[in-house]
C-alpha cells in the first residue's frame, strides 16, 4: 500500500522492485510521468470508462432532456370501463360502510356518535352522508379523475371545437356541481386530450437523454423506445450512429487485444468532436495504449482491493488512525 499518488512517491517505491518491466496504470497524469524503462500499460477499464464519461457528457450537453421526435396522429384515450363486478374486496368493503353508516345516521340523527361507533372522524362521516348511494359506480374504477368518464365524449367534442379547459368547466359545473376544475384538466391531460388544426386526438413521441446514452452503449432498453431512435431519431442525429458504431468497435478491439485495428481508430478522423478529442487524448498516450492490446494485464486485481478498502475506509472515517485502517485491510485481505 503507497501512501501517496505524487509521482516521486510512486517512482521510489517501484525503484525496490529491481526485476519490474511492465507497468499497469490508469490514464492519471502522475503515473504517465513514471520511468519509462517501465512497459506502460493503459488499463483497458479505465479507457472504456474515459470513453462512456465523454459520450455521456457530450450527448448531455448537446441534446435537450426530451426530445420531440414525431407526433402519433391516432385517437389516444385512456377508456376505464366502469363495472361495479370488477371492483376490489376493499371497495366492496367501503360501500357496505357508506351505507350502514347512512343507515345507522338515519336512526340516531348524531354524527359524533356515528363516528365514535365506526371509528372514523366526523369529517369522514359527514363524507360520506353527502354520496349518493345510486351513483356510487365512480369510485369503483382505478383512476381517480374516472368520474369524468361520464362526460369523456363532451370532453372529445369541445376539445374538437377548440374549446379551452376553463370553457368546458364552465358548462360542465352548471349542471354537475360536483365537477372541479383541477379534476378535470388532470383528466385531460392524464388522457393526453390534445386536438390539432385537423381535429385529430394526437400523442407527442419524446425520447430522453438516458435512453439515447443506453441506445449508444448497448444498455437494456425498451424496444419500443429502441425502435424510436431508430426510425425518427438517428436520420436528424446521425452522429448517434457514428457514437454507437465507435464505442463497439473500440469494445471490441480492447476484448480481442487486435493491435492493427487499434491503431487504424487512432489514424482515422471523426465527424465528432468528441470522438476525436478523445482519440488525440489516446494518441498523447501512444505507447501505452497500444501495450493494452500488446500485453493480457490490466488492473482488476488491484481495482477489486481498492473497492474493498474504500468499503473499509467509509465503514472507519473518523473513527481510527491509518496505522488501525492498514492492520484491518491486511486482516480482510487474509480471510476474506
Same mark, same amino acid.
Given at each position: ?5 505524487e509521482? =516521486? ?5 517501484? #525503484?525496490?522492485? *529491481? /526485476? +519490474? @518491466? ?6 492519471? %497524469? ?21 470513453l ?26 385512456? =377508456? ?5 363486478? #370488477?371492483?376490489? *374486496? /376493499? +371497495? @366492496? ?6 351505507? %350502514? ?65 376553463k370553457?368546458i ?54 424496444e ?55 482519440t ?28 474493498k478498502i ?27
Amino acid at each position: 500500500m503507497i501512501y501517496s499518488r505524487e509521482t =516521486k512517491d510512486v517512482q521510489d517505491v517501484l #525503484n525496490t522492485f *529491481i /526485476n +519490474l @518491466k511492465v507497468l499497469s496504470r490508469d490514464r492519471g %497524469a502522475q503515473y504517465k510521468r513514471l520511468s519509462n524503462k517501465y512497459d506502460h500499460i493503459t488499463d483497458g477499464f479505465h479507457l472504456l470508462l474515459n470513453l462512456t464519461d465523454r459520450i455521456q457528457n457530450f450527448i448531455k450537453k448537446r441534446l435537450p432532456y426530451r426530445v420531440k421526435v414525431a407526433v402519433d396522429q391516432q385517437i389516444f384515450i385512456k =377508456k376505464s370501463s366502469i363495472v361495479y363486478k #370488477n371492483k376490489s *374486496i /376493499n +371497495l @366492496k368493503n367501503k360501500a357496505k360502510i357508506i351505507k %350502514a353508516v347512512k343507515k345507522y345516521y338515519l336512526e340516531n340523527g348524531s354524527t359524533r356518535i356515528t363516528a365514535k361507533v365506526f371509528h372514523l372522524s366526523r369529517n369522514t362521516i359527514k363524507e360520506y352522508l353527502k354520496i349518493d348511494e345510486n351513483n356510487m359506480s365512480y369510485m369503483f374504477t382505478r383512476d381517480k379523475s374516472s368520474y369524468y368518464i361520464i362526460y369523456h365524449e363532451f370532453i372529445v367534442k369541445r376539445k374538437n371545437e377548440k374549446f379551452t379547459n376553463k370553457e368546458i368547466y364552465d358548462e360542465l359545473v352548471v349542471y354537475d356541481k360536483k365537477v372541479k376544475y383541477s379534476a378535470l384538466s388532470s383528466y385531460i391531460r392524464t388522457n393526453q386530450i390534445e386536438i390539432d388544426e385537423k381535429g385529430t386526438h394526437r400523442n407527442n413521441i419524446y425520447i430522453t437523454n438516458s435512453q439515447i446514452i443506453k441506445y449508444i452503449f448497448g444498455w437494456k432498453l425498451n424496444e419500443i423506445k429502441q425502435k424510436n431512435i431508430e426510425t425518427f431519431l438517428l436520420k436528424k442525429h446521425p452522429l448517434i450512429v457514428e457514437l454507437k458504431t465507435y464505442f463497439k468497435t473500440f469494445r471490441q478491439i480492447l476484448q480481442q487485444h487486435n493491435i492493427g485495428a487499434m491503431k487504424k481508430v487512432l489514424k482515422h478522423k471523426y465527424k465528432s468532436i468528441v470522438l476525436n478529442k478523445f482519440t488525440e487524448s489516446l494518441i498523447n498516450d501512444y505507447e501505452s495504449v497500444i501495450n493494452t492490446c500488446k500485453y493480457h494485464y490490466n488492473n482488476s486485481q488491484v481495482e477489486g482491493q481498492v473497492s474493498k478498502i474504500k468499503r473499509i475506509k467509509h465503514s472507519m472515517y473518523g473513527k481510527a488512525k491509518i496505522t488501525t485502517l492498514r492492520n484491518k485491510t491486511l486482516f480482510q485481505s487474509a480471510y476474506f
